[in-house]
């Protein structure tokens, strides 16, 4: 897919800027009978607000999402749904010194070589603020999905130098990091802590685990169900990396180290290992599903930096207000809602495989 | 995209089995007027062939490229190029002792699970061979860029354990692994072969360059030039990981560390570095791109491994026959050409950017 | 496309429902450096509205429409437009007595049959309103078309029986039922007002002329340019035909009659009789496109009719409440946003059909 | 869609020239298990072929199919399925004369305002033979469409001036003009020997009928079911028109004639009439599907024409060689094939329209 759109059965098209009036997002192809409420996707956008700790920032958004089509008495209709969320809290103001600069490690730069100028306030659509439209379109398929018995757990695995080395599914609520190994967030919120003193931002890697998911779900090749994940995960702003499975890591194995051999167990095929990650040939295999996001540090610090403006001339930047230190804890839940898109679109799409699919549904002749 | 199909404006379907009659590929909305003889596509399918060295399979595989619509008195004419290539040595016989069990770190359950049952000859469409397609239609896209100044360079840089620890584009067609450093090349033959004599197999990483791309090119959020090759590699078999830049190193960078300045040199803007790899809020940013893709080992091994079959039975499986012990330097121009097919379109994409483009071509009025 | 979503430089996702919060609409791929106003787009939907004249519904609409995204100092950014428009005067009450019957050539019967239930206050998504978010992105097209010297005429030539037999096009904004033949318009105004009286309907032609069309524009062979405009036209709703240039008409005529001689006039190409319709081989030839549409009467009157209700029961129906007696005059403007959708979408396709047009754009090296 | 590819769920891309090596298609998408060989294809374009009568060319064309990818022992695998007709007896010498001058009513023109130039050899894509793709691709889903219960049957209704007055569907293939009256057809085929006699040509209409389609198949708003015809239809080389139902009768018509009442039959939901044509809001009502599309006469005429030259220069043009006087026949066919492609890809989509198709698919947990 090009530009704001992404899905094929599945299908979005987000919308919004970070000081626009709203924020949004159109989904086409939503199956009908669907329970859903407003409650139902507010949970997750809550997750990504800023001000949530003093991890993140402290601007205040209150971030409530409207459902304005597609739902009549509280069940989707099939029709598109759109969901808006408007902006109320942000500062014009914060950005007008650097109206005309190049912030490095932004995408200022390419906007203007793309289009010839930009909405430089907060970065526009380049924003990260972009991502609340995805939530609020994860939500609903993480809905759906959860109606069919799949699950997907994303939780911060490391924040710069600082690695998580264990894995307690429970801690992840219990930090505002959302690390799943209390002893390393809090290493990890020292460290941070550090960063905001010397104006300076770290990043992180996220992980991320699938359970429940059928296997054969995927259409090779180019709709692999990996290779669907990966676009969809470096969509998100600030990702460089993605992985599956035991991903960089295989690169050094041998192939006896890396197949997953197959067994049958109480009538059921399972894998004895898994380093294929749950997807193998871009299907998944009936193992749980792992893969990791990387995430760079953001860009916009408070020291100074040099850079050029819009007439191409060098100057010197600060960038001044609001800013977090560490953008990946608001990033798990965009992970998570990029993951559940990605996953149910597959499952739609693979409802068609087989002939005797169609025959079930429409009567064979 | 799904299935058999990418790209928007340069977009092709590829198809073809690994024991079928013939592979082949379609490219829909190649504009018009580009030379284009089968030889230009022919010393990209070259590359690809197994039996140019020992490290690869000893398997005869001529394949011919055949163009068998699209182009007219040596001339793209803007309609749909056809490209085939027809199978000629596959012996089937290779297959026969495996063609009811689940080969483990292959498709074959996946596919089985997907559709009900399998073309189990070497692999059917799961197999490498699908990748010929993807080098025909790559090979077109190739001379397209290198007319407008853009160049590829991909190569080895890791086999295994063994790294290379320089540079020298010279050296990459000067040994059968593709590395970009001679001695490095040697250690890893050495590695190869020691997993010849054990039966086993290794994987790699291949690393990409690409120069002379213009900046703001990309299609934000979800078309985003990193998210589209994340996309495209990730859809290449045995590829588990992909990083752009400093990739999973970045998740331990500080922010002042990780960003690139931007400079005025000369009237031009260029960044002091390239910690980005070229791709920056999902748009080229006029640095030379720079990725990196992991490949697992080729899961194709002669030790004995268990598995289940079609029934679900647990079994023992020997795989028979000949196979690449690495299949990282056929891999090279599969990433090469899925590289140019996504900057392609890329680039064709971003002609409609801004409403002075469409003025300047129809004429303002 | 399906569903939604139309367009594939120019893409628009429509969303809402006649009864829901809103409707609107969102255009992605909208060239950057258009200024745009709510203004340009509130004058077409105005022409929607219905109120404007005793032919049409009494019901009163402002449709006010918002734009949230996309636009910064009145520019378009080159990101995705968000249009708008919420529902205020619909009168949920009016639909009470018929929420569980089938209504007669409505989509009631189709909609619960795909998707087991409907919202049936006024239709929901198959309610004519839908159509105001295609008038809105039709707007920013019509905008674009008019800085490329492109304009569409678009008018009644038929309301039931009665038949325009002359054309200024001066005339049709002077009556209400947007006919270029003011006598015509009398009697049709009259024959509509009989409907109204009996507590039926009444539908018509709508006739469209485009003048400026460079040639060559359409992508063979699918996206042919009429084959475009006819799907465009057909998803309107209660169109039940298309025809271009001489359409049915073509099929009763002789070769010798209906080809288009070509000759040169004044250095340019034209043609000396425009039986094609300005679509010749699914690209125009250079002269005005000229395409008919057939709108099937108005399916909500007020006549007892008999139908069947949820349960599959045999049951009477009234209609009460306010209803066109003729809906041709609202859709022309539906019409012409269609068209403009259509070209402009096909326009920016075009602009990559040779490769000496990427050699200008990027530079050949 | 745009250029060569059409589908959704179903998706193939055609390709091939009038004197290219071949012509072919892929089918992305098929489900996998279909029982499918080449003759199940073979008889349908059988029924394209020229020289089957003295009505159409006497050019030998023998068109075999070569299936070469997507079937294993028989079946279908799921897999893109690559059918190629070879190119054998099209005498470039007929062209010679006219390789630089614009025909009359061809694509000539539009096709060297696009690229710049074209194949000139028999009309390059533009010719009729790119049908025959088509129609292979159409046969595939004629099997499909057969296995679930529903039936296309198109015929010739009209030839020039000489309308069909009565239908007896074994007539149809009783006559070398497809008519289902043969008297009308002996009528015609007087006609045309007439027309070749004077050197010119005639068009028709064709008429289809769809029985067994069940209700609410279709996606609105821009996926209707009879928009999506509509589209394939108008991307069928000649045709000008296209109308379902009552078509333009239902512009004259009043609502209380042309709205099919619904009414319960032996316990299933049935209409009194058939006004809309099996097609109502975009979705299959129940009702069989009915619907025209016109066709002009064939541009290719042995009388002179005027025209101008690749330089824009006033010549005159004299057509030698074979061209048939009518290509109603030949279209019958392709018309079929189109109507199959665009119901099988409905139907597909469908099944996901409702939350329990997909806890019926994957299992409610």
């Given amino acids: ?35 859903l409420s407003s409650e139902d996707i507010q949970k997750y956008l809550d997750l990504r607000r800023p001000g949530q700790s003093k991890m993140t920032t402290q601007r205040s958004e209150k971030d409530k999402v409207e459902i304005l089509s597609g739902v009549f008495e509280g069940m989707t209709t099939g029709t598109p749904i759109s969901l808006m969320i408007k ?11 650097i109206a005309d600069k190049m912030r490095p490690g932004h995408a200022d730069y390419g906007f203007t070589e793309k289009y010839g100028f930009r909405d430089y306030r907060g970065g526009g ?20 999905l959860e109606g069919l018995g799949i699950s997907i757990v994303s939780y911060t695995s490391a924040i710069g130098p600082v690695k998580a080395s ?12 959302f690390m799943a190994d209390l002893n390393a967030a809090k290493e990890a919120e020292a460290f941070v802590k550090n960063c905001v003193e010397k104006g300076d931002s770290v ?7 699938v359970f429940g998911m059928p296997p054969g ?18 969509s998100i702003g600030a990702v460089k990396g993605f992985e599956i499975g035991d991903g960089f890591k295989a690169a050094e194995a041998l192939g006896s180290e890396n197949n997953d051999e197959f067994m049958s167990e109480n009538g059921h095929v399972i894998k004895k290992t898994n380093h294929s990650g749950g997807v193998l040939g871009g299907m998944s295999d009936g193992s749980d599903i792992f893969f990791k996001v990387a995430i760079k540090p953001t860009p916009s610090i408070s020291k100074e930096q040099n850079t050029v ?33 990605i996953l149910l679109d597959a499952l739609m799409e693979n409802m068609t495989s087989r002939i005797s699919y169609l025959e079930d549904f429409y009567g064979k002749k």
Wanted: charged residues 25%; aromatic residues 4%; neutral net charge.
């Fill in 1 to 35: 897919m090009s530009g704001s759109v992404i899905g094929n059965r599945f299908k979005i098209m987000t919308w919004g800027e970070s000081h626009g009036a709203a924020l949004g997002v159109t989904i086409d192809g939503c199956p009908a009978g669907l329970l």
């Fill in 87 to 97: 902006n109320e809290d942000q500062h014009s103001k914060d950005y007008s010194n």
């Fill in 125 to 144: 659509r380049s924003s990260g603020r972009e991502t609340i439209a995805r939530v609020a379109a994860g939500a609903v398929a993480i809905k759906i």
């Fill in 166 to 177: 264990s894995f307690d599914e429970e801690d992840i609520m219990k930090n505002p990091l």
């Fill in 203 to 209: 990043g992180g890697i996220i992980e991320t685990k």
């Fill in 217 to 234: 779900i995927g259409e090779p090749v180019f709709g692999k169900l990996d290779a669907s994940l990966a676009q969809a995960m470096l």
């Fill in 309 to 341: 403006n819009d007439k191409g001339e060098n100057v010197s930047l600060v960038i001044k207000g609001r800013h977090d230190p560490v953008i990946v804890p608001r990033a798990v839940i965009v992970v998570k809602s990029m993951c559940a898109l």
